[in-house]
């Protein structure tokens, strides 16, 4: 039995701790008329997501040419090529590439897994970076129906091959 069993008068005591955020910002919240409105806005808008992932797709390919020329390629080597990476991954899916997100996401998992690039790993990047390219000067977007999941499953067996020779485990 505990010590609250043994009390005499059997009564629970609750303690509430003070909301210090809540206090700062108060209460409340954001009109639902504007969120509406701001999603009417986006909805119309007609953003073109190519020119940003082109910049991005440049950044990467700098990224993995700095790579090449590298004598160490190690963490600072990888998240070069990381940043530009995540920036599609997070945009292609708001734009509606949805292929581009999962071959970023694909990408990006394998490069979180390493300590350092090896020519074979560099190798694997130029493909991803190369696919994405293909895709975005083809203006597809969606998620490239049986063609995107299939060109996405062997993107993903390429690094799972390249684990396996190398002896990642996977944390």
Do not use: W
């Not at 797709?57 to 990476?85: C, F, G, H, M, Q």
């Not at 581009?100 to 390493?114: K, P, Q």
Request: one cysteine or more; hydrophobic letters at 40%; proline letters at 2%.
């Amino acid at each position: 039995m505990t010590e609250f069993e043994h009390r005499a008068d059997n009564e629970v005591r609750v303690i509430t701790p003070r909301n210090i955020l809540r206090e700062k910002i108060g209460y409340g919240g954001m009109d639902p008329a504007i969120i509406e409105k701001a999603e009417e806005l986006i909805a119309k808008a007609d953003l073109d997501f190519v020119p940003y992932a082109r910049t991005f797709l440049e950044r990467i390919e700098k990224a993995v040419a700095a790579a090449k020329s590298a004598k160490d390629r190690d963490r600072n080597t990888i998240n070069a090529i990381v940043r530009p990476v995540m920036e599609l991954k997070a945009n292609g899916g708001m734009f509606g590439h949805a292929l581009i997100s999962e071959i970023a996401d694909i990408l990006l998992d394998f490069l979180e897994g390493l300590d350092a690039l090896n020519d074979d790993a560099i190798e694997i990047v130029d493909v991803h970076h190369r696919t994405l390219t293909a895709i975005v000067l083809s203006g597809m977007k969606g998620n490239g129906g049986k063609e995107g999941l299939a060109l996405a499953k062997e993107l993903h067996s390429a690094c799972q091959r390249y684990q396996k020779k190398y002896h990642i485990e996977k944390t």
